[in-house]
């Protein structure tokens, strides 16, 4: 087992695993996951610019996870970014502010590399279950954009489109400075569109109705599974590998769609950092199961940074392979 510890910076959130990991048996053991909203991309949509707040509260962040890296002596530490930090103009800003607090700097990786991570985290441990037709579909719904990945054991294709659940709330549900409380029929027709076009870009590479289950990644989908079980706060352990259909889908959406920010936060299961995108993230799901007809969505709380972990552990056993072949002893 290698002791290792990966980091995912998204649009929306920056999230930290430290786990002992064994690459080939895949066997992972999780020591401290943790995640913190920090809004890194606060208005990148309209200006192309990382705000300076967000930068601050995302290194905030890092400082934390730094502490409990060192505190559990993780041997490997990757540090990946994603869709905001692509984006940004100004990210030079945000690689040497990561670089002076963690020691690494941050891969602002491709979206189809994201995908590649996200699917391997998502579908290692499901090989074997009788109850999982293959192929899978794996989306990733993040903040700013969601990945979509087919295949079996592995990745046979994959896509990523720019349609996350702060990128549509910033797009679509902002009026005079505010989220609208609640939105308008107009503002979620207009945000139902753009996601359906970007179903429409996702199709021309990835074959989405191929798929027999479909696995779904990232805050939006276990926030929802966490709703439909009813959950009095966020239990990890019953939200991984729950299943929602789609009608429960359909069902939560349209209600987190015509409720208030009050109501929204008032759920014990919500993380404050979500109330307002929450709705947009949902219709992003359900755009995702009506177009492929899939009767339920299988949740998984492993995902990309499983995914990132499994690649360091795998990195530092062909090095340590590396230095026992060259020693002459």
């Known amino acids: ?24 048996t895949g066997e992972l053991l999780e020591l ?18 990382l705000a300076p ?11 934390e996870y730094a502490a409990v890296i060192k505190e559990h002596g993780a041997e490997r530490l990757r540090f990946v970014a994603t869709s905001a930090s692509r984006d940004a103009e100004n990210r030079d800003d945000f690689v040497r502010g990561v670089l002076d607090i963690l020691g690494v700097e941050p891969e602002v990786i491709t979206g189809d590399q994201e995908a590649e991570f996200s699917f391997t ?3 290692r441990e499901l090989t074997g279950r009788d109850d999982l037709a293959r192929p ?31 990128r549509m709330t910033e797009r679509h549900l902002v009026h005079g400075g505010k989220v609208s409380d609640p939105p308008t029929e107009e503002q979620i027709a207009a945000m139902r569109a753009d996601i359906e076009a970007a179903l429409d870009l ?43 259909s789609r009608d429960r889908v359909r069902e939560i959406t349209e209600w987190l769609l015509r409720s208030t920010h009050a109501e929204r936060a008032a759920i014990p299961s919500m993380h404050p950092g979500r109330v307002d995108v929450i709705g947009a993230g949902a219709l992003v799901l359900l755009a995702i199961m009506e ?39």
């Open 1 to 24: 087992m290698t002791r290792v510890a990966a980091v995912d910076c998204g649009t929306n959130s920056i999230r930290l695993l430290v786990a002992d990991v064994h690459p080939e």
């Open 32 to 49: 401290d996951r943790r995640m913190t909203i920090v809004r890194l991309g606060q208005g990148v949509d309209r200006t192309g610019r």
């Open 53 to 63: 707040e967000a930068l601050e509260r995302t290194f905030a962040a890092c400082r």
């Open 121 to 123: 985290g998502a579908t």
């Open 136 to 166: 899978y579909l794996v989306v990733d719904i993040g903040g700013g954009s969601t990945e979509f990945v087919v295949g079996e054991e592995h990745v046979r294709a994959a896509r990523s489109v720019d349609v996350g659940c702060v």
């Open 202 to 244: 996702a199709e021309q590479t990835v074959p989405l109705r191929d798929a027999h289950t479909l696995v779904g990644l990232a805050g939006s989908v276990t926030t929802v599974s966490a709703i439909a079980q009813e959950l009095p706060e966020y239990d990890s352990a019953r939200i991984h590998h729950s299943r929602i």
């Open 291 to 329: 177009r492929i007809g899939a009767e339920d969505v299988v949740v998984s709380e492993h995902d990309i940074l499983d995914g990132i972990a499994f690649k360091v552990a795998e990195e530092a056993e062909a090095a340590g392979s590396d230095r026992a072949a060259a020693d002459p002893r």
